[in-house]
């Protein structure tokens, strides 16, 4: 199995799915902009698994 250690942005470029597992805190509210959306592969998904404590969005589609 391979293994690479990526940004972010590589990440969201290169995965048809990507989960997002976090509270919402000052460094993860909005952590997804809406230009790294644009940046996204055509067809893939990004979920937000919400939890007790998240209750703003840490993904921004505006």
Do not use: W
């Amino acid at each position: 199995m391979y293994v690479k250690l990526c940004g972010l942005h590589e990440v969201l470029q290169c995965s048809d799915f990507v989960s997002l597992h976090l509270p919402l805190t000052p460094n993860t509210n909005q952590l997804i902009s809406h230009s790294a959306i644009s940046k996204m592969k055509k067809g893939s998904y990004c979920m937000r698994c919400r939890t007790h404590s998240c209750r703003k969005s840490t993904i921004n589609t505006r």
